[in-house]
């Protein structure tokens, strides 16, 4: 077999792993050389793991020969995992100087989930800071480059992820989703990305940012790479005491079809499918070429068997100042511990007080630091009420929208982000802008369903534009199902990038 | 102008469960591990990791926030504290604030005032902290950090303003020890710092009665107390100082203090600006604590006995005295032994063993450091002990001989009697040989006696005794004593 082994999507490798056309070892080595190629131009990657890959990648194929691996459905997947998620062995520095040097003793339970079926972790990808941002250029550590156009940005803060698959470094890799940073990197750079249901899948190992709102999910190229990725780290896990114990999708590699448990599957049309179009989405300044493109792609959706409905989410309008009260509220808590005191680096002092100042003061950048003062603020006697509580009960508004849409219709169809992939340094001295990169994303967050990007285009410039379709608490495998048939029938997610 | 104390209470109690509030990793007696032994990622609060309820710890809270006659909360919220301190791994301590685990109780104090019933606010479960030593070595100072005791249950448990003096405050606190000794989830143990007490203290003008109360005076409070004794000096000297301070036109500050156990004064550890802010909000990585109905019920039927109400109920069924009645019930394990103890023997009377216990036993008990779990004399044994005495096999004598050596074999009392050979002699007979013997010997005496001293009884009685070498039955000595004086008389 002659192709470019890189060019696989997850299914294509395991397939071919499987038939035993490809080992693990040709497959991993053909991804570590186009990571050491790319790298130089894209820097997807924080921390590589060639050796202790291709050591795990000959095991696999060790066991994909005496069968000991036939029950492990990813046996000799190598995969790229966003530096926000521990991996034991590995440094960890969620892309901020203050973890320089931390290598956790432990896994997150969403990779040890993928790792006990048989993936790889090859690497550690780029993220903004402790995961705040939109387009990796608040990583303390060098910016990502987006694939298709060197001089703009991936999207974030999951860019490393999502470069990384865009530029064919993986076949697939794993991101977080805070308020969008799965869904628009993955719009960014034309990939197929899943914000899974808030307490879907395991925080365990996840270095919080906003705890009521982070969720691991996967990047790829079809939804049904992202499915089997989704199905193997989903579900409760002891601990993380806010996962749910709801039944998972569990995948026939066979037919390489869902099949879910409730009886739902994979295979098209959609007849029957209710997908609602919100007006607010539609409204604000955004790119022609991105509402156009979302427009046509329900329209394919229509053509597949869905019903189209034209729906209201009328609080989507305060997601924006919702989130950015309470994720930098919760961020203030949870980057409280990094005192220089435990783990990670330090600025040494005589007195202890200036250890911790010193430290926080100039290892943190300055977007970590600005929500953190936010935070802080929202949070402090005599403004709770006003910043934090108000929040609150907008968050439960929001919610309600949703499940009010959800009435009427089973999926909501929106675009991801107001523009396509925008040029770097474009939003460097305007934050407010910056934030306002996710607000289609936000909602999604704050009521905690699932959310699914996934490339329906090009604009102009040849940079992908990407749909997300929101669904149900715990319905991913609808949102999977829409998303597999529309990939039936066009091929946006299998072009590639030139490079 | 005559003041008046107003006191409440906070006390942080851990709870002695197997493992910490969130993690695996086992509670510790920090006073004895080696630091940072019982650690793990969770509670050395590494990111990305995640806390997991230990249930036992609600148990053990909801068995106290019972036993103190509270409301328990069907649902309750932990909230992050936050605050910077080295020995706060995650920058914030998990603790409850607007929705505890239990409010609105309350528990009967005993005074030389006599009853009194002291209201409880609130009680919630929160993770404790580590430690700190601080190092000073050739000026070059420096500080050392030792997790075990990060993220051990504690249960706050915060009083109304009931307090009115030192000495209910020590009541109260010598109460609900033993409250969280009976329920065990406490040892007790205020010098290693599992239970901790902190008053705060503040005065106000008295006034007559029918008037408003006078507005409280500035609050101050007072940590680090590791004995009853500290606790009560420490307010009592609290109240007096303020009440100078206030007599002299003076302002009392508000200030947190500390004890000095050497020279019994408060000395200022942090003067208060104003009100910490702990920026308070819910604990997004813990759902609310749901309190099931039937889970209180079912912990409410398997509370013990509390101290108060055994108190009540062995003074009233074994007509005991008061202060044996409180010697008694301060140890639930005291308190079993001596409940056992009148079960073996009901024949013996129960204020028998209670004495019994409580004066020679807790003697010895104290004089070998031994607790009643290290007790080799089992409760019938006591009785049979007991019951030996009162049938006048024995005297009290040789029977605190007898316990002495139960106390250090676990051998039985009659046992002991027998192979000693400590058999009291009641034989009227020989007694009578005894007696003659003696009068034989001392015939000055006996004529002393029988021209009127009347003294000199007592050093034949004594005489007759060493002769019995201590066995013979005093009763029956003293009555053959007077027949043969008597005898003598008459010829
Ligand atoms: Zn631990």
Redesign the interface.
């Known amino acids: 077999m002659n192709l470019e082994l890189t060019d696989l999507t997850l299914m294509q490798a395991i397939e071919a792993l499987r038939s035993g056309e490809i080992s693990s070892r040709e497959l991993t080595r053909a991804c570590l050389e186009r990571i050491e190629k790319l790298e130089p131009s894209l820097h997807a990657f924080l921390h590589l793991a060639a050796e202790s890959a291709l050591a795990q990648a000959d095991e696999a194929d060790r066991q994909q020969v005496t069968g000991d691996g036939q029950h492990k459905p990813l046996l000799g997947i190598p995969i790229a995992v966003k530096d926000v998620l521990a991996v034991e062995g590995l440094p960890c520095t969620a892309g901020s100087k203050i973890l320089e040097g931390f290598v956790p003793p432990f896994t997150a339970t969403a990779v040890k989930r993928l790792q006990e079926a048989g993936a790889i972790a090859i690497g550690k990808t780029n993220t903004d800071e402790f995961a705040m941002g939109s387009s990796t250029e608040n990583s303390a550590y060098g910016m990502t480059h987006n694939p298709w156009d060197l001089t703009r940005v991936p999207g974030g803060s999951s860019g490393g992820s999502a470069a990384a698959v865009a530029a064919r470094m993986v076949p697939a890799a794993l991101g977080t989703d805070t308020g969008g940073s799965v869904r628009q990197p993955a719009a960014f750079c034309g990939v197929t990305g899943l914000k899974p249901t808030y307490g879907r899948v395991s925080r365990y190992g996840l270095v919080a940012y906003g705890s009521s709102l982070d969720v691991a999910g996967a990047l790829g190229h079809t939804a049904e790479d992202v499915a089997l990725l989704f199905s193997i780290m989903a579900g409760r896990d002891a601990l993380d005491a806010t996962t749910q114990d709801v039944a998972v999708p569990t995948i026939d590699l066979v037919g390489a079809t869902l099949a879910v448990a409730s009886g739902r599957g994979l295979a098209p049309p959609l007849h029957g499918l209710r997908i609602g179009v919100p007006r607010e989405y539609f409204v604000r300044g955004i790119q022609v070429e991105v509402e156009a493109g979302v427009r046509q792609a329900v329209s394919v959706l229509e053509g597949l068997g869905a019903e189209v409905h034209e729906i209201s989410l009328p609080h989507s309008e305060y997601a924006l100042p919702v989130y950015y009260i309470i994720s930098p509220a919760e961020a203030s808590a949870n980057l409280a511990r990094y005192d220089g005191i435990r783990y990670g680096s330090r600025i040494q002092a005589e007195a202890m007080w200036d250890i911790f100042y010193r430290t926080r003061g100039r290892k943190f950048g300055a977007e970590v630091e600005r929500r953190i003062m936010l935070g802080t603020y929202a949070l402090s006697a005599g403004y709770y009420d006003a910043y934090y509580g108000q929040a609150q009960k907008v968050r439960t508004l929001i919610k309600r929208d949703f499940e009010q849409a959800f009435e009427r219709v089973d999926v909501i169809a929106a675009p991801v982000a107001p523009t396509t992939a925008f040029p770097i340094g474009a939003h460097r001295d305007d934050p407010l802008a910056m934030y306002l990169e996710d607000v289609f994303t936000l909602p999604a967050n704050l009521a905690g369903v699932p959310g699914l990007a996934f490339p329906v285009g090009f604009d102009g410039a040849g940079l992908p534009v990407g749909m997300q379709l929101m669904g149900q608490h715990f319905h991913e495998d609808v949102l999977l199902r829409a998303a597999h048939a529309y990939q039936q029938v066009t091929d946006w997610h299998m072009r590639a990038p030139s490079l | 102008m005559d003041f008046e104390a107003v006191i409440g209470l906070e006390v942080h109690a851990e709870l002695a469960t197997q493992s910490k509030m969130f993690c695996a990793c086992p509670v510790v007696d920090t006073t004895q591990t080696a630091p940072n032994s019982a650690v793990c990622?969770v509670c050395?609060?590494?990111?990305?990791?995640?806390?997991?309820?230990n249930q036992k710890a609600v148990e053990y809270g909801l068995r106290v926030a019972l036993a103190l006659d509270c409301q328990i909360a069907p649902f309750s919220i932990f909230a992050?504290k936050?605050y910077?301190y080295?020995d706060l791994?995650?920058?914030?301590q998990i603790s409850q604030y607007e929705q505890p685990l239990a409010r609105i109780g309350r528990m009967t104090i005993v005074t030389s005032q006599g009853e009194k019933v002291i209201r409880i606010r609130r009680v919630h479960l929160e993770e404790d902290t580590g430690k700190l030593t601080h190092v000073g070595r050739n000026g070059q100072a420096y500080?050392l950090?030792d997790l075990n005791r990060a993220g051990v249950p504690l249960l706050e448990i915060v009083t109304e303003p009931d307090f009115r003096s030192a000495e209910e405050v020590r009541a109260y606190a010598e109460a609900l020890r033993a409250i969280l000794r009976y329920l065990g989830v406490n040892s007790g143990d205020m010098q290693k710092g599992v239970l901790r007490i902190e008053p705060n203290i503040s005065l106000r003008p008295v006034v007559a009665a029918g008037f408003k109360p006078a507005l409280l005076g500035t609050r101050v409070e007072v940590k680090n107390l590791n004995s009853f004794r500290a606790l009560e000096r420490a307010v009592a000297y609290q109240i007096q100082r303020q009440a100078e301070l206030l007599e002299a036109g003076k302002v009392v500050q508000q200030v947190t203090l500390g004890w000095d156990e050497a020279k019994e004064v408060t000395v200022v550890q942090r003067v208060k600006e104003s009100?910490d802010?702990y920026?308070?909000?819910p604990e997004?990585?813990?759902?609310p604590l749901a309190v099931e109905a039937g889970w209180v019920a079912q912990i409410r039927t398997s509370l013990p006995e509390l101290p108060y109400a055994r108190l009540q109920r062995l003074r009233e069924q074994y007509d005991l005295s008061d202060y044996t009645a409180k010697l008694l019930v301060a140890e639930k394990s005291i308190a079993d032994y001596f409940e056992q103890a009148v079960t073996a023997e009901p024949s013996v009377p129960a204020k028998s063993i209670a004495n019994w216990i409580s004066g020679e036993l807790f003697g010895l008990m104290n004089q070998a450091g031994v607790d009643a779990a290290g007790l080799r004399v089992r409760p019938a044994a006591l009785a049979g002990l007991v019951k030996l005495v009162s049938q006048g096999q024995i005297n009290q004598d040789t029977a605190r001989k007898v316990l002495a050596e139960m106390f250090a074999s676990g051998e039985g009392a009659e046992e002991i009697v027998k192979k000693r050979g400590l058999g009291q002699v009641s034989d009227a007979g020989a007694i009578a040989q005894l007696v003659k013997d003696v009068l034989a010997e001392y015939p000055n005496e006996a004529a002393a006696y029988l021209s009127g001293k009347a003294g000199v009884a007592n050093f034949l009685f004594g005489q007759v005794m060493k002769k019995a070498q201590g066995k013979a039955n005093p009763q029956i000595v003293r009555r053959e004593l007077e027949l043969q004086l008597a005898e003598i008389k008459a010829d």
Do not use: A, H, I
């Not at chain 2, 050395?44 to 309820?53: D, F, K």
């Not at chain 2, 791994?89 to 914030?92: A, I, S, V």
């Not at chain 2, 997004?284 to 759902?287: E, G, S, V």
């Open positions: 990622q050395s609060g590494m990111p990305g990791t995640l806390p997991v309820l992050r936050n910077f080295p791994p995650k920058g914030y500080t950090v009100e802010d920026r308070y909000f997004p990585d813990l759902p």
